[in-house]
């Protein structure tokens, strides 16, 4: 079957000249037929010269780019592209390490592979797939993992329901499409973590905090630390290691209860941790001078630009509340995982929250996402966290 053919309105080509993964529905000059969402596309520039190919979806995105070859995107062509991935996981080292168990497979478009997500969880692959196209090559997708993978692949589990674009009227299910599996204890860089893909927020778990929660080993010794947003409580089986005190701070029940079985999972029945299932900014109003190091992992404010402003706000708020309630010679370890909000605007958010305390802040570090987590050069918006390590006097 011909594929549909879209050609750009002129000079709107640079930017996939530039090899960018995204067009936008603004430079299209005409569509030569009626894609439905999920086709897979031809582009073309305004003088008829073919430029890539990709999946079709109506909205602002309108095609994300597979390829900038005039290719076939079949099974064949998906399976080298999922097998690249795992053979630079391999090589970074993630692959058969005996520390860390819990990976992304797969990165959408730091993978090539805009619109599907793959994490591992020892021994279960849990796929999420944010457009029409990637998943209806789900099955497909089992397929070519347990194919690659082999014996140490005990399950493929599809969590698309809530991730496929709800103006496509595609209805997705969770389900397993191989294998199958309950909850499973996963290792992180020797810590253990109950994984509930069923229940748990995006897949899971939150892996591209992995090399930040490491970081913070080296500023949580003797320190009475608090973790708000706590969710799974990662970051406080990490700080429990070598602090005095950790306090976890989710406003969710189950958030609290997973966070105090991790817990309990890396040291038993330990008193030196406590979580309060409180609103973040409620609990911050009164903490005066109780805790030398705070981390602050909001779930993303801001889905888009529309609400960017209010998001940048929300930001600030939050840090300036920490900033004036921290211990003098305390530690802030905060972040933003908003696609939207770029690591300018959010430092000069905590920039505006210091100003207005008028406490002296130091950065000691910019963080961002794990290499599992690729950021492709060509697409600046894939790399989506961003954080700071700041020292306030």
Not at 59 to 77: Q, T
Not at 181 to 186: A, K, N, Q, R
Not at 330 to 347: A, L
Request: hydrophobic content about 40%.
């Amino acid at each position: 079957m011909q594929k549909v053919k879209i050609v750009l309105k002129s000079g709107k080509d640079q930017s996939v000249r530039r090899y960018h993964p995204w067009i936008f529905s603004g430079a299209i000059k005409k569509i030569y037929g009626k894609p439905s969402e999920g086709d897979v596309v031809n582009v073309y520039d305004n003088k008829d010269e073919f430029l890539a190919t990709g999946h079709y979806q109506p909205g602002s995105i309108a095609v994300r780019i597979l390829s900038f070859s005039e290719i076939e995107p079949d099974i064949n062509f998906f399976r080298e592209r999922i097998k690249n991935a795992i053979n630079y996981r391999r090589a970074i080292g993630l692959v058969n390490n005996s520390q860390t168990n819990v990976y992304r497979l797969v990165h959408a478009e730091g993978d090539d592979l805009p619109g599907l997500i793959i994490d591992y969880y020892n021994g279960v692959a849990v796929m999420q797939m944010h457009s029409v196209g990637m998943y209806r090559m789900r099955n497909e997708f089992a397929a070519i993992l347990k194919d690659i993978c082999g014996e140490r692949l005990k399950a493929v589990y599809d969590k698309s329901e809530g991730t496929i674009p709800y103006m496509s009227g595609v209805s997705g299910k969770n389900e397993f499409l191989y294998g199958n599996s309950g909850p499973v204890i996963v290792s992180e860089n020797g810590f253990r973590f109950k994984i509930d893909w069923t229940i748990g927020q995006k897949t899971g778990f939150f892996i591209d905090q992995r090399d930040n929660r490491k970081l913070l080993l080296e500023y949580s010794e003797g320190k009475r630390v608090l973790n708000m947003f706590g969710y799974t409580g990662a970051f406080s089986v990490y700080a429990m290691k070598n602090a005095v005190l950790v306090h976890t701070v989710d406003s969710s029940a189950s958030a609290t209860e997973l966070a105090n079985e991790n817990i309990r999972l890396n040291y038993g029945e330990e008193h030196m941790h406590e979580a309060f299932q409180v609103d973040a900014f409620d609990f911050l109003n009164d903490i005066k001078g109780k805790y030398d190091l705070i981390i602050l992992d909001p779930p993303a404010f801001a889905k888009h630009n529309k609400v960017l402003s209010n998001a940048l706000q929300g930001y600030k708020r939050l840090n300036m509340k920490a900033i004036e309630q921290i211990r003098p010679g305390g530690i802030i370890f905060t972040f933003s995982c908003s696609q939207v909000v770029t690591k300018e605007n959010f430092r000069k958010s905590v920039f505006a929250a210091a100003a207005n305390t008028g406490r002296k802040v130091r950065i000691l570090h910019q963080m961002s996402q794990p290499p599992d987590h690729p950021v492709n050069i060509y697409h600046p918006e894939s790399e989506y966290l961003k954080g700071l390590v700041i020292y306030v006097e």
